[in-house]
């Protein structure tokens, strides 16, 4: 099974600090190779310019992503990302993964998240890394 999903946006923001108008595109793909195992492509695109200040901002963003369901109880996802800001005060790019494992066994809810992400200022060179580990186990009552 194969979808595509097309948006596109207009935004008009009439704050006092700040007005600004934005336009956003992006583009998904995604396909289902088996009826557990599901796959996406996504990019898009977006400019904010302000309007008292005329600066702008343009964002780029790709992701790709893979689900997987084993069994109804149990599912698993992985997740890249790249983002770049390209604008006349913030430039930076980012990129990252993230995982996740759920398992539901009753009114318990059971999860691993990891994350790492990678994001550089292109103005200052600055470099950041981030690394990030959750669990989580939920109780529900019905």
């Known amino acids: 099974m194969k979808w595509s999903k097309t948006t596109a946006e207009y935004e ?8 600004s108008e934005g336009v956003r595109v992006s583009q998904t793909i995604s396909f289902s190779p088996l009826s557990s195992v599901f796959f996406s492509l996504s990019g898009g695109y977006g400019i904010t310019k302000f309007i ?5 901002n343009k964002v780029y ?8 369901f ?9 997740d890249g990302f790249f983002i770049e ?4 005060i913030i430039k930076t ?12 066994l009753g009114i ?6 990891y994350r790492f992400g990678n994001s550089i200022d292109l103005v200052s ?4 890394t981030n690394n990030y580990f959750l669990f989580k186990v939920i109780k529900t009552t019905s």
């Open 12 to 19: 008009y923001r009439d704050i006092t600090d700040l007005p």
């Open 93 to 104: 790019r980012e990129k990252g993964i993230t995982s996740l494992l759920r398992y539901s």
């Open 85 to 88: 800001q390209d604008g006349d």
């Open 52 to 56: 008292e200040t005329d600066e702008s």
């Open 108 to 113: 318990l809810q059971m999860s691993a998240e």
């Open 70 to 78: 084993p069994a109804r109880e149990l599912n698993f996802s992985i």
């Open 61 to 68: 963003k790709m992701n790709s992503s893979l689900q997987w």
């Open 125 to 128: 060179s600055e470099e950041r």
